[in-house]
């Protein structure tokens, strides 16, 4: 418990961040628009390779960042795996004997993956995309293992770590291949802007639904430690 | 030839952690030897191009800012890139015969490395607001994860207060990029800079300016912001607590003085550039002054970063409202500062994890006798503490030489008095270490012989932040390169 | 043109050199790293030899190089840089010979002969600098060359020593370091000139140009052990005895001394001073240092302690040279510089001997040691005679020029001073001789034989060759190349004409 | 008009979830308040034409952090040894 | 006032809500629920203050489905971390000086 000082501080605190904001947020809002990014942004949609705008930014006109976010995603699953040492990541106690349960979820998971599949087609000119995809991809996972269907993939091996890296290791030799064909970083060659958008999009979606599934999975339970430095 | 330079430059570090992913933490050793080595290269040209030609603007993806992101490269960004491929060299050849390579969880190391290796680069580059957030993000989850791998509870207790720190910064910096992009409508520093000089509303800016600045000396540790990082720099292996206060602090505090700089100076007060200097000030002193209470030889290091780290906050009053070759001197005192604290600062924990290793403790009166069993890292620990108490000569020296002059240019006295007073208090910490291993004790007699690319590579560091002394015209030389604005 | 310009370089370097390698000699190679510390050392005085010879025929030794934007890392070699750096060469060559003898079979020489060599190297530097910024340079890598010296044997003592030392030397440091960078915004980066640069600055700038001075007198001052800021240096007397002699006679009291009359002379100007009124105060200062310390010494029961006191009054000479107007004065105090050095270098290893040899710190267990080592012995009389003043040793010739000097300009109180202290110095130097041979033998409780000679050859040579130094030193001192006479010389050019 | 409403209220809504899920005293209700303000965000993200991010949302922001959390809690239960707990979780 | 701007100003109320909670509560699970709470906040701001000047504005839009990602993968190192640190020393705050209760999550809410 803190000190009613503290909690009084605390509470001024916060509430000068906020009126302040507030009072920023209200002055900003009464200057003229300033930016004409939208526009910017509608003129070159076209040359972009896919309709929908907010695709656009994210894969081609900030891929960048995209590429970068991917990576963090990667450093979160790693941080998570390597903190779990046990052979396997499933977890008996979550297993399930309903089989009114297990009838519901042959027919729910099957419909989640198509529904993520078509979150993934539909990115191009509509909303969603491989982040959407992805989610419910890891969703989907999620579900099948509350209620203790297998995982057997997601064992810390080899092949999940590969599975992490899939997209991010796609979407980086586009880029370089770009840059090796004498264009700068990410640029897409202008004939295939489409389906390279789209391959990427695949396989992020894979990978992104792995990620986020294994970062839920990879609960540490385990009672391996390591001295600190020093003290052997 | 810049194309070829900036693809290198890009797609090593996140190609050599995508693939050493996929390997064991040998074989990822090995072919991060490799990428080392390419790093070196592909810098070392960048950095010759800009020296020849000057800096260029590189459009990535080939999109024009606003739209999309430019990377700007210029002079003091290849000093920067150079400076982290050597340190983060050294580090990284430390760590490959530091760890034990037979722990399971090590194999994780050279991916989060490199991630964070990155993520240093983007940072360097980044021209772009919310590039710089995402590349920020990059390093603070990287350097969250290589403080927890494999850690205790202790590693994992600093490395939970160090991500909540680091979060709530980013996420207060965001904050300050969401106003600028309602205020501006862009994300390009370079566009903000620009209109901030016409825009008769540019005062209205000052809110977002401050939630930049105060996220980002969250994340830089900046007294009374720096609690979390004593804890997860001293608890951290040696070579990553390196990392982390020779580069990852400097990432977030070279976004605030590029912000500061660009754009910062045209809207901000006086009092917020005092305010910014004496929280520098009492960093200085308090940080010395713990460092010289810690009883553990890497606390002492860590804390002693929490005081080097308050030098580079003197740069904001040194170069608000004063003339600009004042503010000249400021800056490349602070570019000094960074570069001479990042060598040795890294050659000091990386010499601390070898003495440690030695002596199996990590308690400054363990140290006793060291001297004459460990000289060469002992002597690297000495070098690196000279550069940090701002003794000729050495970078830290060069740096504090031109703060000082920049002070008394600009008739803020009251700098220097926290300049001299802050070299000796480290002087003070420093020398407590020296003592305590040329003191002769008897019953100490054997010490583990650590090996001896790990003590090279201490030493390389060192010597490395004493030729930054000797060499200050030519490495700030780079930095006045010509830079061809492209509109 | 080139080469000659790389002499200085060379000189610094050959220390610099011979310490890297001997750092990374391993304990055991004993020849290799004498073999080494002798040649660096014989190099250094050819070096030193040979700019001495250039700068008499006005040759220009300079180097410049910009260090940081608008400040530049200078080396030049003047006559009166010379007269330190030969001093510094030829007793570094002594002094590595007697710390060879002294140290055999000691641990961790390897780290002492690197940091010796080190040591060295900055005390060339301080000579050579030719402006207050590579001047700081050195100095400041002096002081943390010394440390590892000066706590060398690693007991509570030496520490606590070695802690006050670094303590004492690097507030100075830092006094003079805000000195220095003060007096950069006032008039820019200038270098060390003869007959000063400050002659033409403008009227409004010397009042702070006064306090820039207060300034770097405080932080010379620390080194020159001036009153009050001499604390550290009985202190350090633990320090193995060639160390002590280093401090005492060679670096670190010298640099401050010799840093004192540069800002004086070659940065100030000695008219320029004279005119801000700077000097008197200083004189006055030197004046109360000598009397105070030789009083100290009076006291010490400590030999090495009684011997560093006297250092405290006697390396304030120098500094009351530069304090006297006028031609003369300044020859005084510039000719102690030397004579100052070969006089207590030779006190020095002679007490080191008889440490080393009968066990002897105090003063009481002097007592009859004369018959046990008499060239020892007969070395630390004539040394001592010759700091009491006594013709027609070195010390006399200090003494009566700078007693003179000061009559020319009409400062009768400093030979008031010199007379007093004189007597001082006779006070506590002639019991200690008188015991050395009139009294019957001390019982050591300690007693080492090497063989025939009384004590270890490498031990005895090195002080009976500073002793006769200080004998030639006054009988010869009319001759070129005395350092009476290179004194004139470098007087001869520090006035305007 | 009704939209305004409809936006106050959302609003209204919005900040007395965040407050609950930090103020409430049993940690699984939070959590599960903090869902529904994730299920709200999603909501206001459509008010605010922004398709995309409402459906990234109920995803992520709500559904996968909130089922994040919930095992959290449910391991720390556990840890405590009160198997009833877990029940709880589930269901 | 325009629909943006209102959501706009709830992003600033969270923000204040969101830093207080961090701050004042102490179970490191509530701490990361604050964070995520700041985290929405922020993206209300930019995308209502951008949409107020600029009607549907698809680039925030994009940096917010950014921001989503990143911070769902620091909220899930967190939430590992925690965990492994629970496992460890059976506590559920940083503070080291709460005594072994401290993994009592209901003890010291609010």
Known sequence: ?232 | MSNWLMAGLLFTPLALATVSLLLGFRQGRALSWLGMLLQLLVSVGLWWLVRHEGGFYYTLAGWDAPLGIELRVDGLVVTFLLLTTLVASGCGIHAGFYLEPDRPWQRYFWPLYWFLWAGLNTVWMGGDLFNLYVGLELITLSAVGLVALGGQAEALRAALRYLLAALLGSLAYLLGVALVYGQFGTLSLADVAGQVRVSEHALLMRPALVLMLVGLALKTALFPLHGWLPPAHGIAKSPVSALLSALVVKASFYIAARVWLEAGVAVASQWMAQLLGVLGAVAIIWGSWLALCQPRLKQVVAYSSVAQIGYLFLLFPLTFGVEASVSLHAQQGITLQVISHALAKAAMFLAAGNLILAVGSNRVEALAGVSHFLPFSLFSFGLAGVSLMGLPPSGGFAAKWMLLQASMASGQWWWIMVLAGGGLLSAAYVFRIYKASFLERDEQDHFYHPDRRLEVAAMLLALASLGVGVSGSQVLSVMAMPFEEVQ | MMQQALIPVFALLCSMLAAAIIFTLPEERQRLRTVINLLAALIKVALVGVMTWGVLNERDYGLSYEILPGVSFVLQADALAMMFAGLSAVLWLLTTIYAVGYLEGSPNRSRFFGFFSLCVASTMGIALAGNLFTFFLFYEMLTLSTYPLVVHRGTDKALRAGRNYIMYTLSGGAALLLGIIWLQGLVGDISFQETGQLKDVDENLHLPLMLVFGLLVAGLGVKAALFPLHGWLPQAMVAPAPVSALLHAVAVVKAGAFGIVRVVYDLYGIEFATLLGVLEPLGWLAAFTIVYGSVRALSQSDLKRRLAYSTVSQVSYIVLGAAVFGPVGTVGGLVHLLHQGIMKITLFFCAGNYAETLGIHKVQELNGAGRRMPLTSAAFTLAAFGMIGAPPLAGFVTKWTLGSGALNVGMEWVVAVLLISSMLNAAYFLPVIHRLWFLSEYEWSYQRRWGRLETHSWLLWPPLVTASLTLLAGLFAVLPFSPLSWAELIAAREYLP | MVEILLDLLLALALILTAAAALLSQDLFRAIVVFIAFGLLMAVCWVRLQAPDIALAEAAIGAGLTGVLLLDAVSHFRRGRGTDSVVEEERG | MSTPLLYALTGAVLWGIGLMGLIGLRHLLRKLLALNLIGSATFLILVGLAQHHNGPDPVPQALVLTGIVVSIAATALGVVLIRRYFHLTGRTELESEVPEAGRDEEGHSG
């Not at chain 1, 939208?38 to 929908?52: I, T």
């Not at chain 1, 995603?73 to 903190?83: C, D, R, T």
């Not at chain 1, 996972?141 to 203790?148: C, E, F, I, Q, W």
């Open chain 1, 1 to 232: 418990m803190r000190s009613p000082a503290a909690r009084i501080g605390m509470l001024l605190l916060a509430l000068m961040l906020t009126a302040l904001l507030g009072r920023s947020v209200w002055q900003l809002s009464m200057l003229e628009p300033a930016s004409d990014l939208p526009r910017q942004l509608q003129d070159k949609l076209a040359a972009s390779g896919v309709e929908h705008p907010v695709t656009a930014v994210l894969l081609n006109f900030r891929s960048y960042d995209t590429l970068l976010e991917i990576a963090v995603l990667v450093i979160a699953a790693m941080a998570g795996i390597s903190m779990a040492r046990t052979r396997s990541l499933e977890d008996p106690e979550l297993r399930t004997s309903d089989t009114l349960l297990r009838a519901l979820l042959r027919w729910l998971v099957p419909l989640m993956l198509l529904l993520a599949g078509y979150l993934l087609w539909a990115g191009a000119d509509r909303p969603g995309g491989a982040f959407q995809a992805g989610a419910m991809l890891a969703a989907t996972g999620v579900l099948m293992r509350l209620t203790g269907l297998p995982l057997d993939f997601l064992r810390p091996g080899i092949l999940l770590r590969i599975g992490l890296v899939l997209g991010f290791a796609l979407f980086l030799l586009v880029g370089l291949a770009s840059a090796i064909a004498g264009d700068v970083f990410l640029a897409y060659p202008r004939e295939f802007v489409k389906g390279l958008i789209l391959s990427i999009e695949t396989l992020l979606t894979l990978s992104i639904g792995m990620i986020l599934l294994a970062l839920f999975v990879a609960a540490p339970v385990n009672d391996a430690s390591e001295p600190e430095e020093g003290e052997k």
